[in-house]
């Protein structure tokens, strides 16, 4: 079975290492002088300066994919005589002398416009509302979803799915109708029931329940593995398998907890007579 | 990287005095972390801290899936990038001495990271069984050159 390649260090310069060894260009943020290095995005550039742009879609495990589009922002430069454009900053890579302004009247009014739209989709969301408030929208101007859903469609559950290495998930259809769900909206057969999708789910909208001996999502079961040692159940039996496939390690390793895994340690160097 | 992080198993007394003091480093305000070190205690006054042994070839790092773990230049140390954790406990699964956990609040995965060169848990521990301290070069030998 083949797993999607990890990321190289420094990948869309996002590790420490990558920072330091990456050229830096100067631009100007907001009036301020900003270096950030080559190769990274502006809003990674605006972050790392302590500009706050909002984003939804966005995680720094992931590959920038522009979906929710809140994190727009003017970049204009010497010479362009005050015309702008509009940018997706998650997506739009630093440049030398780049004049970026991330809280113009017209930024605003797009990002406004977004979260209008979400508020229609998800009026019960109470992460959409506290943006939309921020923002000056209370109620949205349009007819809000006879069916209002917590799905923001910000594909966050489907694409840490497939970094993972599971792709049991997936956004299906177009337009209107699109939505998060399993093939032909069946129980997954690839899903391990780690629920990182629902951990990473911005609005809780994943359902699962994790009581004790079994686990469900996405309408599959699975049961729950019980430490060896402690019984304390931490993973599937699922989880287990698929990730000593993964990480290449024996699954034993992933079937004893990790206060189990200390005990024995402190145990093993109790045994080798170095304390009295 | 000057400086090397030291248990001395023999002085513990098994106070927990680490354990809290790290569990506070590493919490929010009024709600105290996971505790990054931990005491097995083995009777009255007789402990073994464990921690991170920051492994030169770590298995957490290695089966990171969103290389989250990185190794920090200035101390040695092997970090968690908070941001890049999505929580699937692969480390916690794959460290074979136990000493990635889970912060029980926000489920992401915690490990020692020295607290970036100055370790909360060292000022706390009565015994000096946890020091930090300069690294020493090694001694040349008289007449070695």
């Known amino acids: 079975m083949a797993f999607p390649e990890r990321p190289a260090p420094g990948v869309g310069g996002h590790t420490a290492a990558g920072h330091a060894k990456a050229a830096r260009v100067a631009l100007t943020m907001d009036g301020r002088t900003v270096r950030a290095p080559e190769g990274t995005t502006l809003l990674a550039a605006a972050r790392a300066a302590g500009i706050d742009v909002p984003t939804l879609c966005h995680h720094e495990a992931l590959e920038p994919w522009g979906g929710c589009r809140l994190c727009v922002v003017d970049i204009t430069r010497e010479g362009w005589n005050g015309s702008c454009q509009m940018v997706v900053s998650c997506l739009y890579p630093v440049e030398a002398d780049l004049i970026v302004l991330t809280d113009t009247e017209r930024v605003r009014t797009v990002r406004r416009e977004i979260l209008d739209l979400l508020l229609a989709r998800c009026p019960e969301t109470p992460l959409i509302q506290r943006m939309a408030r921020a923002y000056g929208i209370t109620r949205t101007s349009y007819r809000p979803s006879p069916e209002p859903t917590d799905c923001i469609l910000c594909g966050l559950c489907a694409r840490l799915c497939d970094r993972l290495g599971m792709s049991a998930i997936s956004t299906v259809n177009r337009g209107i109708g699109k939505e998060v769900a399993p093939p032909f909206r069946q129980p997954p057969p690839d899903c391990v029931g780690c629920l990182a999708c629902a951990e990473i789910c911005p609005t809780a909208h994943i359902p699962y329940d994790s009581s004790d001996g079994e686990r469900r999502i996405w309408g599959r079961r699975f049961p729950m593995l019980r430490c060896p040692n402690c019984g304390r159940s931490h993973l599937t039996a699922a989880q287990a398998d698929f990730w000593a496939l993964r990480a290449g390690i024996p699954r034993p390793y992933f079937e004893t907890c990790d206060a189990c895994k200390r005990a024995a340690l402190g145990d093993t160097i109790a045994r080798l007579g170095l304390i009295g | ?145």
């Open chain 2, 1 to 145: 990287m000057d400086r090397i992080y030291r248990v001395t198993v023999e002085r513990c007394i098994a106070c927990g005095k680490c354990e809290l003091a790290c569990a506070f480093a590493h919490g929010h305000p009024g709600a105290p972390g996971v505790p990054r070190i931990h005491v097995r205690r083995l009777g009255p006054e007789r402990g073994i801290p464990l921690t991170c042994f920051q492994c030169p070839d770590a298995a957490c790092a290695a089966v990171c899936p969103t290389a989250a773990l990185v190794r920090s230049e200035e101390t040695g140390a092997i970090v968690l990038l908070d941001g890049h954790c999505i929580r699937c406990g692969l480390c916690v699964g794959a460290c074979p001495f136990g000493n990635m956990v889970r912060d029980g609040l926000g489920h992401q995965a915690a490990k020692c990271d020295l607290c970036g060169g100055e370790p909360a848990c060292v000022p706390f521990c009565p015994t000096q069984a946890l020091e930090i301290l300069p690294i020493q070069p090694a001694p040349v030998a008289a007449g070695a050159r």
